[in-house]
């Protein structure tokens, strides 16, 4: 049994199948990473080499200037070669009785194929965005490397999001053509996507829909609109030739919280990021041939989009999509998903993990997870507790457990420790990848001593996959990223420290951003979606600590009308459900008379976040109203007026 603070090394079998034997590499890449990510490079297949492997001045650099290559080629075709009828995807359906599907390298390149003629019949040219609303079905992979053949910007809206959230992201990149679903199963019941696809073309630029048939569900149709993907794509080639993409033109545009109203679409590139997903995928999880790869993100989020889609298949590689939920029927599906199919490389988020410390391991008792050879996990911190019963019960204490730090931003993972290499320590993410540097600075760019909280940072070259911008937002792609550093450094946003061997803790953010079972979600993209349909006169949300989903969104409106508690209180959670998805439903709305703010007017969501963790409130004497962080207390603590209505 490991312990707190203990440090560990992978075993002698684990070294065996490693890519890395040495540590050199880090000397190495940190001296000159240009050659360490171009070395990489030249593992994969380029139509044209590049010029220069770095250039740029940031906030604007480039990756393997000049050259030209397509990621679907490398993901696809130079599979065809030696791996023709190698699995690379299987699909597990929600429902256990439903057959699994299968897809392999020549199926993958034949409706890979079949769906870009058919996009570029429906007049789908290079540089066009095309959105995708689909659930966990190989459509969906389908889909994205349709686009990525014939140079199309995929932008993949996930599928739990409303159909309000689908019509912004729509909006914002300008798809002129949506692939979507009729239905998925979610607890056993049919989702009616396609519905909810149309509530979101209002006001967009799309002209036409291609629907896949998943569960048989009656669903409108818009007729010289619709089409449907099986007709579409019949009588189309089994083999077209990919479109030349420049290693800087865009591959997706993927939207993420901004921490005021509107998500952000990061833009990543074509050579940059295959380079990177390539890479990531290949040295931290020490992906081989015979591997079972599961990540169970949702394709609509980036670590779907690099490991459920472009960073096995870049590496020729099995991997596995799961339509359902890790709790459905029962707490165990997860498990049985494993054993039924010898999954060797496990990567979740610390929510699923508390979810089923939760459960107890009494349930796991049937399973043997003795297929397992790496497990991981992603997207919010993992608490100690979490980090050893992992370890412990999942992993047996045998399997590297990687905590792998990185953002929708950075495209691929950019802070763990490499599964063949170490070390690993509970609750540390661990060394940034060979070649990245990161630095935990203070407000100044100091680097911060080992213990001292600071702000993470990448310094250049950065990192291939690293965003090249905000969607038709540059001001925003400056001010969020690169102004805190005056261009010198992208900052991530996120807090954290090193210990002594450099191992990086990650804290959690500076700004109000939260994580909601592992999903970002920005509390301005809430507030702002009340304040446009109800009746108040301001309002804010917080995150606060919750045991399983990590945090949870809690409100605070000042109502400006009459109307009864319990009517505002049920008008806000069915708002933000509409809105932004079931997923950002708040765990508690509070009525308050006035919402504590600085003399410039801005809302210090810090005292209220400590309103609802009991903790000290400090000086207030810098507010506008210090009075009404009292009354917040009373109604926190039940005393307050709102209680009686
Ligand atoms: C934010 C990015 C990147 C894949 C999924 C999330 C937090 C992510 C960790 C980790 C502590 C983490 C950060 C980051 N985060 N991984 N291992 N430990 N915090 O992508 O939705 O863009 O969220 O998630 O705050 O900035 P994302």
């Not at 969906?140 to 490397?145: D, G, I, Q, Y």
């Not at 979610?186 to 291609?210: C, F, P, S, W, Y």
């Not at 008379?593 to 210090?604: A, C, E, F, N, Y």
């Amino acid at each position: 049994m490991k312990k707190s603070g203990d440090l560990f090394y992978p075993s002698t079998e684990v070294k065996k199948r490693a890519w890395l034997k040495s540590r050199a590499i880090y000397k190495q890449a940190e001296a000159n990473p240009q050659k360490m990510w171009a070395t990489l490079a030249l593992e994969l297949d380029w139509i044209k080499k590049w010029r220069k492997v770095y250039v740029g001045t940031p906030p604007h650099f480039s990756w393997f200037a000049g050259a030209k290559s397509n990621i679907t080629i490398n993901c696809l075709d130079r599979h065809l070669k030696l791996r023709k009828n190698k699995v690379a995807l299987i699909w597990e359906p929600e429902n256990p009785a439903e057959p699994k599907r299968i897809l392999t390298y020549y199926d993958l390149y034949r409706d890979v194929s079949r769906l870009a003629g058919a996009l570029k019949k429906m007049g789908v040219k290079k540089g066009d965005r095309v959105g995708i609303y689909l659930p966990m079905i190989p459509e969906v992979v389908v889909s994205m490397l349709a686009c990525a053949r014939i140079g199309a910007v995929h932008s993949v809206v996930f599928s739990a999001f409303s159909s309000n959230a689908l019509q912004v992201r729509l909006q914002d990149s300008q798809a002129k053509l949506l692939i979507t679903a009729d239905g998925y199963y979610r607890r056993g019941k049919v989702i009616e996507l396609k519905k909810g696809a149309d509530d979101g073309l209002d006001g967009t630029a799309v002209k036409k829909v291609i629907v896949v048939k998943r569960a048989g569900n009656q669903v409108p149709w818009n007729e010289g609109r619709d089409f449907w993907y099986h007709d579409v794509t019949k009588d189309e080639a089994d083999s077209i030739g990919a479109q030349p993409m420049d290693s800087e033109d865009p591959l997706f545009i993927l939207y993420t919280s901004g921490s005021t109203g509107k998500p952000k679409g990061c833009v990543h590139v074509c050579g940059g990021y295959m380079v990177q997903a390539y890479a990531t995928d290949k040295w931290i999880f020490d992906i081989n041939d015979e591997d079972i790869f599961w990540s169970t993100a949702d394709i609509g989020w980036v670590t779907g989009h690099t490991y459920s889609c472009y960073g096995p298949l870049l590496n020729g590689a099995t991997f596995l999509i799961f339509e359902g939920l890790p709790d459905w029927p029962n707490t165990d599906r997860w498990a049985q998903v494993i054993d039924k199919y010898g999954v060797t490389t496990f990567y979740t988020a610390p929510t699923v993990i508390r979810m089923f410390m939760k459960t107890g391991t009494d349930s796991l008792k049937p399973y043997r997870l003795n297929t397992l050879q790496v497990i991981a996990s992603v997207g919010e911190p993992i608490s100690e507790k979490a980090w050893l019963w992992y370890f412990n019960e999942i992993g047996k204490g045998k399997c590297p457990l990687l905590d792998t730090w990185w953002q929708t931003e950075t495209g691929g993972i950019i802070v763990t420790s490499l599964a063949g290499l170490g070390p690993f320590k509970p609750a540390f993410t661990g060394l940034p990848f060979p070649g990245v540097r990161v630095r935990i600075v203070d407000d100044d760019g100091k680097e911060c001593k080992a213990g001292k909280e600071g702000n993470l940072v990448l310094l250049p070259p950065f990192t291939p996959s690293l965003l090249r911008g905000i969607y038709n937002n540059e001001k925003k792609y400056l001010d969020t990223y690169w102004s805190a550093y005056n261009n010198k450094m992208y900052f991530s946003g996120d807090l954290g420290y090193k210990d002594k061997n450099g191992l990086i803790r990650v804290v959690g953010r500076a700004d109000d951003q939260i994580k909601v079972a592992g999903h970002r979600l920005t509390t301005g993209e809430m507030e702002s979606a009340l304040a446009k349909n109800l009746s108040v006169a301001e309002c804010a949300i917080v995150g606060v600590a919750d045991d399983i989903k990590g945090e949870v969104p809690v409100v605070f409106v000042v109502s400006k009308s009459d109307i009864p508690a319990d009517q505002l209180k049920a008008d806000v959670i069915r708002i933000i459900r509409e809105e932004i998805g079931p997923i950002a439903s708040p765990k508690e709305v509070f009525i308050v008379k006035d919402l504590p703010k600085t003399r410039s007017g801005k809302i210090m969501r810090r005292l209220l976040r400590k309103t609802l963790s009991k903790e000290e409130m400090g000086d207030l004497s810098t507010l506008a109203n210090p009075e009404s962080v009292q009354q917040i207390q009373d109604t926190v603590q039940g005393s307050g007026p709102e209680q009686k209505s």
